[in-house]
C-alpha cells in the first residue's frame, strides 16, 4: 500500500514538470505574426512600403517578404514595424510575410501602379466627311512627368507613333483634336499616346469611319458635290464645286501650255500648268487663289470636269448660276484655244485667244 501511494506521487509530479514546460515553450514562442496593414497601397516598383502588425523580428534577416511571389528586400525591422522595397518585377497582388519561420495569418493586397503613363482615348465625335474631333485624357502620369502627349490614328488597328499623330501641348489632363484631311467613307483607328522617362504608352484604341458624301448635297468646305467616282484612288473620290463663280478672266496668255488633259481628274494638274506658263492674272490663278471656310486647294476643272458639273447640278437645278459660260482648265487642240461649256445648251465649245478672251469659271477641288 506504501509502496502504491510513493508510485502515483511521482507520476503526479512528472506531469505537473511536463506540463509546466509545454507552458514555458509556448512563452519562448512570442505572439502569433499578424499583418495588419501597408502604407501605401499602392505604388511603383523600387519604391518603399512600410508594413505594419505585431510579432515582427527584429533583425531583419529573420523576416522574408514577398509581393505576390515576388521578393521584396527588408531594410528596416522592428517588431511592430517592416520597411521594404517593392521588388522591380512586382505585379499587383497579395503581400505575405514570414517572420521568425512563422508566416503571418494576413495577406493585405498592394496595387502596383505602371510606370508609364495610363491614358484613356474616347469616343471620336463631329465626324464629317473628311474630319473629326478626337478626344482623350491622362489617366496617369506614371513615375514622372509628361514629356509628351497626343493622337496616333491609322488605317490599321493598334496605330502608334510610326503612323501619323499630332502632338498635343501639356497643359491639360484632358485634351482634344479636329483631325484634317481624312478620307470620305473610311474607317480610322485612333489612340492616345503619351511619354515620360520610363517610356511611351497608348490608350485603349477607338474606331470611326468618316462620312459617305452625296452628290448634291453639300460638301466638305462648304461648296457642292457633283461627281463621286466610287472608290478612293490616288487620294480623291469627290469633287466638289464652289457655291459662286469668279469673275471674269482671261485662260490664258497665249501660245501653248503643254501638258493640259481633258480627263476627270485632271483638272488639278492643268492648273499648275496654266500657273507655271503664264505669270499674270488667268482664270486659272483665280480659282487656285480661292478660299472658302479655310479650304485653299482648290483648281479650275478639267474639259470632263466642267462637263459634270453642268449633268448633276446645273441640269438637276442645284446651287446658284449666274452666267451659261464657263471654261475649263484643258487647252484645246488648235493652238491658243481652250475648251468650255454652254450650259444652257449644254455643248461643248473652243475659244480662240486664251490671252483676250474672256469668260467666267467655277473652281472646284477633290476630296
Known amino acids: 500500500m506504501f509502496t502504491r501511494t510513493i508510485g502515483f506521487s511521482i507520476a503526479g509530479l512528472m506531469l505537473l514538470f511536463l506540463s509546466s514546460c509545454s507552458k514555458d515553450d509556448d512563452k519562448d514562442k512570442g505572439p502569433s505574426v499578424q499583418l495588419n496593414s501597408l502604407s501605401p497601397t499602392s505604388g511603383f516598383p523600387n519604391s518603399q512600403v512600410t508594413l505594419s ?34 521588388p522591380a518585377d512586382a505585379t499587383t ?21 505602371s510606370t508609364v503613363p495610363t491614358l484613356l482615348t474616347s469616343p471620336v465625335t463631329q465626324i464629317k466627311f473628311t474630319s473629326a474631333k478626337l478626344i482623350g485624357s491622362v ?71 468618316t462620312k459617305l458624301p452625296v452628290v448634291g448635297e453639300t460638301g466638305p468646305s462648304g461648296g457642292i458635290v457633283f461627281y463621286d467616282k466610287g472608290s478612293n484612288q490616288n487620294g480623291w473620290r469627290f469633287l466638289e464645286a464652289a457655291p459662286a463663280d469668279n469673275a471674269i478672266s482671261k485662260w490664258g496668255c497665249g501660245g501653248n501650255v503643254p501638258g493640259t488633259l481633258t480627263s476627270i481628274g485632271s483638272g488639278n494638274a492643268n492648273t499648275n500648268a496654266i500657273l507655271l506658263y503664264c505669270i499674270y492674272p488667268t482664270a486659272a490663278r483665280l480659282c487656285a487663289d480661292y478660299v472658302l471656310n479655310g479650304y485653299d486647294d482648290w483648281f479650275m476643272p478639267s474639259k470632263d470636269e466642267l462637263n459634270q458639273m453642268y449633268l448633276n447640278l446645273y441640269k438637276k437645278k442645284i446651287g446658284t448660276w449666274e452666267y451659261y459660260e464657263y471654261m475649263s482648265s484643258s487647252q484645246a487642240a488648235q493652238i491658243d484655244s481652250a475648251w468650255g461649256q454652254q450650259f444652257i445648251a449644254g455643248y461643248s465649245f473652243t475659244s480662240l485667244g486664251t490671252d483676250f478672251n474672256v469668260y467666267h469659271s467655277r473652281a472646284i477641288r477633290d476630296f
Open 53 to 86: 502588425g505585431i510579432g515582427f523580428n527584429s533583425i531583419v534577416a529573420e523576416n522574408k517578404v514577398t509581393f505576390n511571389g515576388k521578393a521584396a528586400v527588408v531594410t528596416s525591422a522592428t517588431v511592430t514595424q517592416l520597411i521594404v522595397t517593392v
Open 93 to 113: 497582388g497579395p503581400v505575405s510575410l514570414i517572420s521568425s519561420g512563422q508566416a503571418a495569418s494576413n495577406q493585405p493586397v498592394f496595387t502596383v501602379e
Open 139 to 209: 489617366v496617369k502620369e506614371g513615375a514622372s512627368g509628361l514629356t509628351r502627349k497626343g493622337f496616333c490614328w491609322s488605317l490599321h488597328t493598334e496605330p502608334t507613333l510610326k503612323d501619323s499623330y499630332k502632338q498635343i501641348n501639356l497643359d491639360a489632363d484632358s485634351f482634344t483634336y479636329k483631325i484634317p484631311d481624312l478620307l470620305a467613307d473610311t474607317t480610322y483607328f485612333v489612340r492616345t499616346y503619351a511619354t515620360n522617362l520610363q517610356g511611351t504608352s497608348y490608350g485603349n484604341e477607338v474606331f470611326f469611319t
